[in-house]
Nanobody, 125 residues
Framework: VQLQASGGGLVQAGGSLRLSCAAS????????ISWFRQAPGKEREFVAT????????YYADSVKGRFAISRDSARNTVYLQMNSLKPEDTAVYYC???????????????????WGQGTQVTVSS
């Protein structure tokens, strides 16, 4: 499975972006998909998860109420809608997929089997 992340860019604080994570060579239908981000000099940080089956979502407290993760099964693509962006949201955003996750491991990058290449999000103040 290959993941292709896209949709990043430069946006002013308060603005919105929608990131996409497209899968090829496989399907998202049985995988848990998550978004992580990594700012310069910081560790990779969990952002959001769409649990396998596509019904349950989980968010980091820092993005809860502002970000939304969703899936388009027909396009085999997962999205991260980001609203009310803040300068502290600036980071490289990565999508990741895993088929063997348990709930307690969704925030651990080592739990995922596949990663996209990352897309830069920059929020100016």
């Amino acid at each position: 499975v290959q993941l292709q992340a896209s949709g990043g860019g430069l946006v002013q604080a308060g603005g919105s972006l929608r990131l996409s994570c497209a899968a090829s060579g496989g399907t998202f239908s049985t995988a848990t998909i998550s978004w992580f981000r990594q700012a310069p000099g910081k560790e990779r940080e969990f952002v959001a998860t769409l649990w396998r089956g596509g019904r349950n979502t989980y968010y980091a407290d820092s993005v809860k109420g502002r970000f939304a993760i969703s899936r388009d099964s027909a396009r085999n693509t997962v999205y991260l809608q980001m609203n009310s962006l803040k300068p502290e949201d600036t980071a490289v955003y990565y999508c990741a997929a895993g088929s063997r996750l348990i709930y307690s491991s969704i925030g651990n990058p080592d739990s995922y089997d596949y990663w996209g290449q990352g897309t830069q999000v920059t929020v100016s103040s």
